[in-house]
């Protein structure tokens, strides 16, 4: 049973940091596609940030472009997201995926909530 679990979310004041993790469990990734993505009050689930598993390459919103890092730790099977600078904007639950490629993502995580006062 494949399962993401994402972690670290919470109350922040704009200009501060968090780091979200996500822990994936129930198969190989290796081939895999992970990501985060993030839904606001009222608005649809964006794309945020996503990573390849097997070479590390990054792609980002440009919404978060230079704030935010992706990273992933093979050993932990874990993906990370370092936000900096953080924005009232920014304000959402966060969502972890996986998926194939960057059109299918077939696994969620339950989300977590980030909080950014001003």
């Known amino acids: 049973q494949v399962q993401l679990v994402e972690s670290g979310g919470g109350l922040v004041q704009a200009g501060g940091s968090l780091r979200l993790s996500c822990a994936a469990s129930?198969?190989?990734?290796?081939?895999?596609?992970m990501g985060w993505f993030r839904q606001a009050p009222g608005k649809e689930r964006t794309f945020v940030a996503r990573?390849?598993?097997?070479?590390?390459?990054?792609y980002y919103a440009d919404s978060v472009k230079g704030r935010f890092t992706i990273s992933r730790d093979n050993a932990k099977n874990t993906v990370y997201l370092q936000m900096n600078s953080l924005k009232p904007e920014d304000t959402a639950v966060y969502y972890c995926?996986?998926?194939?490629?960057?059109?299918?993502?077939?696994?969620w995580g339950q989300g977590t909530q980030v909080t950014v006062s001003s």
């Open positions: 995926a996986a998926g194939p490629d960057s059109g299918n993502w077939n696994y």
């Open positions: 129930g198969r190989t990734f290796s081939s895999y596609f």
């Open positions: 990573i390849t598993w097997s070479n590390g390459f990054t």
